[in-house]
């Protein structure tokens, strides 16, 4: 089910900007949709063997590169990462809550022990040139707010910041899309488009959401 509470283009932020920062990569599954409008990407994704398929996916797009890293709001800390069996799609740091009402086929298989670092560290060490990125995509299954605290310094940086989040605890002590408005709109942006993906009729509904710099 997909609605639409916009007319905006869905598309419409890809057309503004020269280069996205896509946090939560997979497998890099937009890499196609990035390449048609020329956009530079930095992919990050930190479960290894999916890292190493997305490094695969993206030998024939030169403009984009990925880091293996899990981005959270604390730099060096230890952290358990759930993986999901749908290929990783859904591993979290959270255990899994409400989730498994909309998606029923989803669980666990195992978990992984990664430190983490921060989306300022990371810009900083890698000396990415934040110019060159004017959209950040954040989708890290629950996580999405300790992303966003971990690079409060640089978010004025970027003109859109795209994420995913449901109105119900898809994940145990996840953010949910109020959680994110609030802050988002605390540091100057506010909400342009939000389209609806999947819901339940008991649970809630997920969202695509996109903030724009006030």
Known sequence: MFFIF?????????ENISGIIHV??????ERERYKRYSLSVI??????????QLLKNLTNYPNQKAFKYLLSDIDNQNVELKIANNNGASSSIFDLGLHTKV?????YTKTISLKSLTLTSLIKQKKID????????????????????????ILENFKYIITEAA???SY?????????????????FKETFK??????PKVGSYYDVVYEKI
């Not at 998606?103 to 669980?107: D, I, L, T």
């Not at 953010?175 to 408005?181: A, G, N, V």
């Not at 389209?195 to 339940?200: L, Q, Y």
């Open 6 to 14: 916009s007319q905006k283009n869905p598309n419409f932020y890809l």
């Open 24 to 29: 939560g990569a997979n497998e890099g599954q």
């Open 43 to 52: 992919w990050v994704e930190p479960i290894p063997e999916v890292y190493n």
């Open 103 to 107: 998606w029923p086929e989803v669980s």
């Open 130 to 153: 934040l110019q060159k990125y004017q959209a950040l995509l954040i989708d890290t299954q629950g996580s999405e707010l300790l992303v966003l605290k971990g690079g409060l310094e």
């Open 167 to 169: 109105d119900f605890e």
């Open 172 to 188: 145990v002590d996840g953010c949910k899309i109020d959680d994110l408005s609030n802050f988002l709109n605390n540091v100057g």
């Open 195 to 200: 389209a609806k993906f999947a819901d339940h």
